[in-house]
């Protein structure tokens, strides 16, 4: 496929915060003297763009084409014009937005001095594909025609300015009289390669409307009842040159509106704001580009009180588009809770690839994305999405084998924000995607610069042969973020010694038997080096003696199978120690409660999840959140960081493998075999979870029934593997380990 190569734009100038530029319309008419059989158009919009063809909009979704560093990637859309464009005169029309490409909203990530900011720009063209010569009806030049735009300012992070009295009618019109308007420039082409995008757009998946409207501070507070992200549709009456603010946040700091929790990243006055200004004469209706919010309330200024009906909003809940392949419920609705924040967060910060919260930052973090990998597979459909982050995953590693903490970066990352806890990103995705999938493509993809990744770790380890580089066990509970107890070495040589293993099946499957030996060395001298310097054998307890350290020590392989017993005597003693509470960071949390049950502790691990007060879950739940928030404290009250991050939900991985007993794949060697080892756990009186496999839908419902417990097994043809009850169960039959088939209402038996 040929990429157009000439990009446009209305100028050279790029604004910022100090400097408003509108977001420039761009715009054609074009004769054709026959109907094309197989009309197409190819278009980059940098950063981003909505296209119009003769006065249609067809954008695939907000945020067109995707985000990216234009110096890695520069991506294209291609859309089918048959039934949109004919004999005769048609029109072209295009809005740019700032994005990625202008990012000076960026600035405490370095966006806004990357080498690759300039002004927005576009690429395009339009041709038959039912010709194989000669093709081309229609390329970017200096011929399009330019105008500012009504949207005075726009930012991915801040928001838009709106002025509708600036709106020209018809202008993405046929015939449209543009004589007037300035003709665009040739813009520097960027330096990235051109690529289709493959993956899923972002859309509008539900409308809320408000649970409350109320008169508040100076104006009046929409709370739309859930924290998801998006934006809101204005729909209002009034009189021309009338401007309506509205904000948008996730926190009531003592029951008044607060933006505090992300302010300090934006200059005052640019925290997720919608200003608009009335053009009078009717109803109007707005919706924002190029930008979105992380929010449950909206505050309302500018407007009268006969003007704050709870039509004047509506909520678009925006986010990539995930279908749902998961799910879990019981009888603690509690937990029914949490898999619903789960679920809220999840999608709240999937915008083309995991965020770390949809109103602060909306950056890729790799450390983010590499806990939430196993769940957000078992529960929905990020293939597509992952694949396609990895591909500028890839191209942000620098010569020396290196990642940056966030993806797209302008350069930045590299010196903080990265390490092994983070970096596994580049083989945790690849490699479950394998796992739940069975996709081998996606290893072959990465097999390359994970072998790169590792010989940059090899050459990394200090005197003892160790890794103590780069952030750990993040956030811990109840202590300040990016202090975690777990020394760095003990995290972040474990979890390398993990990536070794994961790129060790990696190469396996793919046939690379010098780079599986490889890995397999590198993984082996890590374990015995953790073992010699990291671990005391006389109480088999990991340095550090915490929480984090022997969990990720007993679930990543440290032990010795003769030697798990006490090291989970130990970890059991650590949990006793601290009253049950968990006392981990992200990456203990994401593996203790699977540590616990596979040890036949699931009723802890539910314990330390469900109980009410801090640090838990539970407390969450108490406190009323909708989502889950970035940290755990003991009291709420003055938090102010966010309320709206996906990387603490492992959990819902844990309801469904751990006590529903999904277990899918465990070997990663077969996609279609699964083990079924559900835990009755005491405090529950029935539980259910689902996953739609490759093969179908597998579901696993329990319940008790006076002693006996009642097991019903769902599986469709093609799967193969075994059902083994908790220990101390078996069915009528005395067995504890059955052939896996499909069950309705086995008997269980203590």
């Known amino acids: 496929m040929d990429f157009p190569t000439v990009f446009i734009g209305a100028s050279k100038e790029y604004g910022g915060f100090e400097n408003h530029i509108p977001a420039p319309y761009i715009r054609k008419n074009f004769n054709l003297d026959y109907e094309p059989a197989e009309p197409r158009l190819l278009i980059c919009g940098l950063g981003y763009y909505r296209v119009f063809i003769n006065g249609k909009e067809i954008t695939k979704g907000p945020l067109a084409p995707y985000t990216s560093n234009p110096d890695d990637y520069t991506y294209f859309d291609k859309y089918d014009l048959k039934g949109l464009i004919k004999k005769g005169e048609n029109a072209i029309g295009i809005i740019l937005g700032n994005g990625m490409t202008n990012g000076f909203d960026g600035y405490v990530w370095d966006f806004d001095t990357a080498k690759h900011r300039g002004a927005p720009r576009v690429a395009l063209s339009i041709f038959d594909e039912a010709k194989e010569e000669d093709n081309c009806l229609l390329t970017a030049d200096t011929a399009f025609k330019t105008h500012p735009s009504p949207i005075l300012f726009d930012s991915l992070r801040c928001g838009v300015i709106y002025d509708a009295r600036l709106e020209i009618e018809g ?156 799910g879990f419920k019981c009888s603690d609705e509690s937990l ?188 082996e001298k890590l374990r015995n080096n953790i073992r010699k310097h990291l671990v005391n054998f006389s109480t088999m307890t990991v340095l550090g003696r915490c929480q984090t350290a022997q969990a990720l020590a007993i679930a990543y392989g440290v032990f010795d199978e003769s030697e798990r017993p006490k090291a989970i005597e130990v970890l059991l003693k650590l949990i006793e120690e601290k009253d049950y509470y968990i006392d981990v960071g992200m990456h203990g949390l994401r593996v203790i409660f699977h540590v616990l049950s596979d040890a036949g502790y699931a009723d802890i691990a539910y314990k330390m999840i469900a109980r009410k007060d801090p640090p838990s879950y539970g407390h969450w739940v108490e406190q009323g959140f909708t989502s889950l928030p970035e940290e755990f404290r003991p009291d709420y009250t003055d938090f102010a960081t966010s309320y709206n991050h996906h990387f603490l939900g492992d959990i819902s991985n844990w309801f469904i493998q751990g006590i529903c007993g999904i277990k ?84 269980c038996i203590k």
């Open 664 to 747: 899918l794949n465990p070997h990663a060697e077969d996609v279609n075999f699964v083990r079924i080892a559900p835990e009755f756990i005491a405090e529950l009186d029935w539980a259910e979870g689902w996953h739609k496999a490759p093969a179908g839908e597998i579901k696993v419902k329990w319940a008790r029934d006076g002693e006996k417990v009642l097991l019903s097994v769902t599986v469709p043809e093609g799967i193969k593997g075994e059902i083994i009850l908790p220990a101390g169960y078996t069915d009528e039959n005395g067995y504890s380990v059955l052939k896996l088939q499909s069950y309705e209402n086995l008997i």
């Open 336 to 523: 029914n809770r949490l898999q619903s924040m789960v679920r809220v967060s999840d999608l709240a910060n999937f915008f083309y690839f995991p965020t770390d919260c949809p109103h602060r930052e909306k950056n890729g973090w790799t450390g983010d994305a590499a806990v939430s990998a196993e769940h957000m597979l078992i529960n929905l459909t990020p293939e597509n999405l992952y694949r396609e982050w990895l591909y500028n995953i890839r191209a942000a590693q620098n010569e020396e084998g290196a990642l940056p903490g966030i993806v797209p970066t302008g350069g930045w990352g590299f010196k903080w924000g990265n390490g092994p806890c983070w970096d596994q990103v580049l083989v945790v995705l690849p490699y479950f995607v394998y796992k739940y999938r069975g996709d081998k493509k996606i290893l072959k993809e990465n097999a390359h610069a994970i072998l790169r990744y590792l010989d940059y770790l090899d050459r990394n380890l200090n005197e003892k042969g160790l890794i103590d580089f780069g952030l750990g066990d993040w956030v811990h509970a109840n202590r300040d973020a990016g202090k975690p107890v777990c020394p760095i070495e003990v995290s972040n040589t474990i979890i390398s010694m993990n990536i070794a293993a994961m790129s060790e099946r990696v190469f396996e499957v793919l046939g690379l038997e010098l780079q599986r030996q490889f890995a397999k060395g590198f993984k």
């Open 171 to 326: 202008w993405c019109e046929p015939g449209f009289d543009d004589s007037e308007w300035a003709n665009c420039v040739i813009a520097e082409m960027p330096r990235g390669k051109a690529k289709i995008c493959e993956c899923e757009p972002i859309v509008v998946s539900k409308e809320l409307k408000p649970v409350s409207v109320t008169k508040h501070m100076d104006g009046y507070l929409y709370d739309f009842g859930v924290n998801y992200a998006g934006v809101t549709r204005i729909k209002i009456k009034g009189e021309r040159g009338q401007t309506i603010t509205v904000d948008h946040g996730d926190w009531l700091h003592r029951g008044l509106f607060s933006t505090e929790n992300y302010n300090r990243f934006y200059p005052e006055g640019y925290s997720q704001k919608t200003v608009y200004t009335l053009k009078g004469g009717g109803e109007e209706v707005f919706v924002p580009s190029f930008t979105y919010y992380g929010f449950r309330y909206a505050y309302v200024t500018g407007i009268t009180e006969e003007q704050a009906t709870e039509d004047l909003l509506t909520y678009l809940v925006m986010h990539s588009d995930l279908k749902e392949v998961g």
